[in-house]
């Protein structure tokens, strides 16, 4: 899985999940392109850092016209904070669907000439949220669902030049962790509802992206995978009163 020789750009990919991939593009290879409203307190090794919000569809079109070439583009860059419906207004969620659905289709269509060219690659960072209720969440969640769609229409498009594919990510350790999951042993107590028995690390995404990304995916497109450590234990599980089969009673 080399992508010696290839540029990629990382929206987003400042911190978190974004720097995961973007390290992990970077170490096979490619010269990296991250871009996010703020610079990274932090460098991303191996990755060049442009100024850009990916909401602001003339400043995206003039980011990726600049680049002498572009082979993989990874979309990234989204998020929600968490607010039940009824206490947000009609603008909030309209901002969480454009930041997470319309950008990603915003960005995706700026780089649509250079990847046909390359015969490149594009990768959606889709959530679990988009195939399960999202209380809290739930303009994310369709958003992320929205993307997943978006992902399968353009990998029938804009076949056979661009293959287009979705991550569905699940809970992910970040420095931020905690502002979802609470302290150390809030987030002990939710990595224990993951068959494997932890949160996903941002390596663990970005190695992810870098399959789909590369030659190694080269008959992938239109697809969907799974990164979540096996998902979530049915909740109908703890609550059962009956033993298990496999169990004396």
Known sequence: MELDGKVAVVTGGTRGVGAGIARSLAAAGAQVVVCARHPPRVPVPGTEFIPLDVRDGDAVHRALSALPRLDVLVNNAGGAPHRPLARADTGHHLRVLELNLLAPLTVSLAA???LRRARG???????????????????????????????????VEWAPEIRVNTLVVGMVRTDRSALHYGDADGIAAVSRTVPLGRLAEPADVGAAALFLASDAAAYIS?????????????????????APADKEP
């Open 112 to 114: 649509h000439a250079h």
């Open 222 to 242: 239109g697809a969907s995978l799974l990164v979540h450590g096996g998902g979530e234990r049915p909740a109908f599980l703890e609550a059962a009163t009956a």
């Open 121 to 155: 690659s594009i990768v959606m960072i889709g959530s679990v949220s988009g195939s399960r209720p999202s209380p809290g969440t739930a303009a994310y969640g369709a958003a992320k669902a929205g993307l997943e769609h978006l992902a399968r229409s353009m990998a």
